[in-house]
């Protein structure tokens, strides 16, 4: 009688290997997805009001504005952004 080099398990053996590759795998990147998670979670959003502008200017492009509003929304949000246009 013969025997395989897995000894006893047979074929169950590189069925658990793969099992277990599998587990860590998803270890690592469920850890690499919480702490990007958390990194974005924790920084401050500065970008609120050049959002507003971009959607202005973009607005103001497609025509759904006039010369007027977008000048007089250009002010309010750069007044709000303590004089800054990006």
Same mark, same amino acid.
């Given at each position: 009688?013969?025997?395989?080099?897995?000894?006893?398990?047979?074929?169950?053996?590189?069925?658990?290997?793969?099992?277990m590759?599998?587990?860590?795998? +998803?270890?690592? $990147?469920? @850890?690499?997805?919480?702490? !990007?998670?958390?990194? &974005? /979670?924790?920084?401050?959003?500065?970008?609120?009001?050049?959002? +507003?502008?971009? $959607?202005? @200017?973009?607005?103001?492009? !497609?025509?759904?504005? &006039? /010369?007027?509003?977008?000048?007089?929304?250009?002010?309010?949000l750069?007044?709000?952004?303590?004089?800054?246009v990006?």
């Amino acid at each position: 009688m013969m025997r395989d080099d897995w000894g006893s398990m047979g074929a169950a053996m590189p069925i658990m290997m793969l099992i277990m590759l599998l587990f860590w795998v +998803a270890i690592i $990147v469920g @850890s690499v997805w919480l702490v !990007r998670w958390a990194w &974005t /979670r924790s920084r401050p959003d500065h970008s609120e009001g050049a959002d +507003a502008m971009e $959607v202005a @200017s973009r607005r103001y492009a !497609r025509g759904e504005l &006039t /010369r007027e509003e977008y000048r007089r929304l250009r002010d309010e949000l750069t007044s709000s952004q303590g004089g800054t246009v990006s």
